[in-house]
């Protein structure tokens, strides 16, 4: 039985549970907004109809702009293989919270390098900004693991993101939880960083990265991206889950990311994002709470 | 034997080939053909060692200069270290024959051949050493000859400029070696490696100014900051070939020479640890930094090198805080982390600095923002090229990541021994590193190989011949093996951190098992990406099934875009470095455009080097300002002259009274 909710988990939480955070964080803001909104599942047929087109590359581009979709897509894959989400993650052993940190950069670099291969100057400030925010984004992510390894004695995610109680915990949680939060919405270009809704390619920063993507190659890119936010919003949701058979494990897990969801789109409905030159700013108050959370732990 | 053979190769190699430089096609035979042979012999020697397990017995020979004697010897440290020197070499000197060949500049200057095996000779020699006068005369040199490559093309003044700066490093760094060596002998009696490391008493006292002295002595080397200062202006100075084994090998002469200093010493106090540490986010994080600021690729080049010397002296410095504080497992942690990752650097950097010099030769300049699509032109050094930045920017599934991961663990058990500022800067230094170097080769590389051809000479570039070519993908074929495989290399590692901690092999190889399989599952999921990325391409061909079709990239409704529409590398570095500016120092000079007609606009941006043009040249020129005034007093008369003499003489006989 754990076994067969274990294998069925997976393809809930990497195929279907992507594309309905993305719709529910949608609906909750024009709910908010007083409107009725596209249906929750609308992301889902999107990727299905993209994936139903055929692919038109700009003649400036070589193979660096098809490999993009492709190792993003992967690199993501592969992460969910070591993130702990209804059960115990497939793989684990010690040191493995930095390899997941660092496919999401394995990522960043391949789409980074397919956007600098159009020669699109807008994909080229989309790219510039994007290492540059995510740049900063990572002390803070690896820090904030540093403090949770600290207190769980290994650099495992199994171990840092099981149950722990303790009121001297509880401290080190909040702060954990806030960087965690901020980061989450960084790199998963979100206000306040990134608006997904803009029209302006000036003023985006992940998806005009993107424009010249089309048809399966968007599909992978948007389903790659819808991952991720699944992964680190799963990460928060098991901080705060306490331990439970698998069945119920699942379940409260999908309610959590559920609650994550509208969370992201409670931010966003009430907050515009910030000018580019205060987002270094924001992520910098990141990288200071993850070492005040750390030196907590550390005392 | 096999060593004391590949030595006398090279070194013979040397030798006739300068005898037939008047020949090239001679010449030329003769370096090859010692080139590999001498190469063959020394790596023969390192199985051979292998295959003994202890330190093979070594060579010994009495020498007439006091207290110096011909020993040679292979442990692990010095056989891991030989096995980066000649593989690099053996690679760099391959391409550099066909690279000297394809530029009529280079191909009139007779001395590099013999330099070049000069300079793989004294290598060798440096890490084989088991004398303290034999390591220096070494070290000595290898800074000779590496200072007559770096002024090969001595009638530009920048290359005179590079070289006498790296001469006056070098040799500054030198003298400290010398009293190290000297204060080392005096203590234990004997300037023999092994009776050092028998007799050696405790240093406590002693301990801060040895630090200090190896600090500018192997750390001018290698380039710790604020000791880097050569470096940016000599690497980019010496032809490609050169720069590759300078970056790759030379510089990390200074971790050896670190590692051996360690292994003498037997233990270490606890502020070695907190200065190497320091030293290493320093220069970690400002390598990374000045190199976002450059446009000269070798430059910036250079800077990545301050940068992984950074990681590697981080590694170093928790290595040492687990020898003080008796943690085995966090000394083992922390020196392989540094040894493998000079092993890493050692390959992608002189990977990158082969491709450099490919670059430079098609688009006749150095700077990145000349090029532009050489991806389609110059389709395998770019792709061979690729594969060194994804490495160097520490991304899984290359060998980067396995070294920096290695030292994110030595980081983590720091906090076991209670030392959590330490791991914080030490976690914080390596994540900042990440993603800054990320955005830097990500800089470089969609600046140069990446977009449309910003010039003729990048839209008419060709790649190289295959005998430049080859050499490059071994290297990255390395690269990608030790990223995906990573065992078979660790378990030399782990020997060689075990001799640095005097540790019986099999005891560290237990001690690091779980942290060996673990790199075995980084691997492992390396793979795994690459399958599913292979997957992922064949499902994306079914579901297009040949509906393909082309168009023009997006200009967001301009019809006509130019290449000098693209993002350029300035600009695409601009916003972080703004945040850094405090630090960096970021200088723009901008004409803007003004009237109805505008006629010339310009805009130009560089960051000096902060150590050196910041704070050197202007002491520098403060301290021969003050000294002109007494040049008043040099009027250059006989009498004048007399009269000073004759005063001192009175002074000195008044202060006797």
Known sequence: ?299 | MFLILSISILLAGAAASALTARKPGLSSAIFNISLVLGCLAGFAAIMAGGLEQASAPGFIQAWSLPSASLSFSLDALSSFSLLIILGVCLAAGIYGEAYIKASRSLSRIKSIRPLFLLMTASLSVVVCAQNAILFLFAWELMALATFFLVIVEDEHPQVRRAGFLYFICTHTGTLALLVLFAILGRAAGTLDFAGIRAVMPPTDGLSALLLLLAFIGFGMKAGFAPLHIWLQEAHPACPSHVSAVMSGVVIKMGIYGFLRLIWLLRGVPDFWAIVLVLAGAVSGIGGVLFALGQHDLKRLLAYHSVENIGIIALGLGLGCLGLSHHRPELALLGFSGAILHTLNHALFKSLLFLGSGAFQHALGTRNIEAGGGLLKTMPWTSALSLLAAAAISGIPPFNGFVSEWLVYLASFSTATVGEGRLAAVSIGALALIGGLALACFTKAYGALCLGVPRTEAARTARDPKPAMLVPMAALAALCVFIGLWPGPVLRLVVEAAALVCGLPPETAALSLAGTVSGARLVGAIGAGVILTGAFLVFLRRLLVAGRLSSGATWGCGFTAPTARFQYTASSYAMPLTRVFSPILGFKTEASSPDGYWPADASFTSHSPDRVLDGFLHPLGSALVNLLARFKRRQSGRLQYHMLYVAIFLLLILGWKL
């Not at chain 1, 960083?193 to 005009?208: A, G, Q, S």
Request: neutral net charge; proline residues 6%.
């Open chain 1, 1 to 299: 039985m754990e076994t067969i909710t274990l294998v069925l988990s997976y393809p809930i939480i990497l195929l279907l549970a992507p594309p309905v955070m993305l719709g529910l964080i949608t609906k909750t803001k024009a709910l908010v907004a007083g409107r009725k909104g596209p249906p929750v599942l609308q992301p889902l047929y999107d990727t299905i109809k993209l994936l139903g087109k055929g692919a038109v590359y700009s003649s400036t581009t070589t193979w660096m702009f098809k490999l993009g979709p492709v190792v993003s897509l992967a690199a993501v894959f592969c992460a969910s293989a070591l993130a702990p989400l209804a059960g115990a993650p497939l793989i684990s052993f010690n040191g493995d919270a930095i390899l997941f940190a660092y496919l999401f950069a394995l990522g960043r670099f391949v789409t980074v390098m397919a956007a600098l291969d159009t020669g699109s100057s807008f994909e080229g400030m989309g790219a510039s900004r994007e290492v540059a925010f995510s740049s900063l984004a990572e002390p803070a992510l690896i820090l904030t693991f540093a403090s949770l390894a600290y207190r769980s004695g290994g650099l495992c995610l199994a171990q840092m993101f099981a149950p722990h109680s303790g009121p001297s915990a509880a401290a080190g949680t909040i702060l954990v939880l806030g960087t965690l939060f901020v980061v989450l919405l960084a790199e998963n270009s979100r206000i306040p960083v990134d608006d997904p809704n803009t029209h302006l390619e000036l003023t985006m920063i992940h998806e005009v990265m993107v424009l010249d993507h089309g048809g399966p190659d968007l599909a992978f890119i948007l389903h790659g991206a819808g991952i991720k936010l699944v992964l680190m919003s799963a990460l928060l949701v098991r901080l705060v889950l306490p331990e439970m058979p698998p069945a119920a494990a699942l379940g409260s897990l999908l309610f959590g990311l559920g609650c994550v969801a509208v969370a992201i789109g409670l931010v966003e409905s009430s907050m515009a994002r910030v000018r580019m030159v205060r987002v270094p700013q924001l992520l910098v108050a990141a990288i200071c709470a993850a070492t005040f959370g750390l030196m907590l732990t550390l005392r």
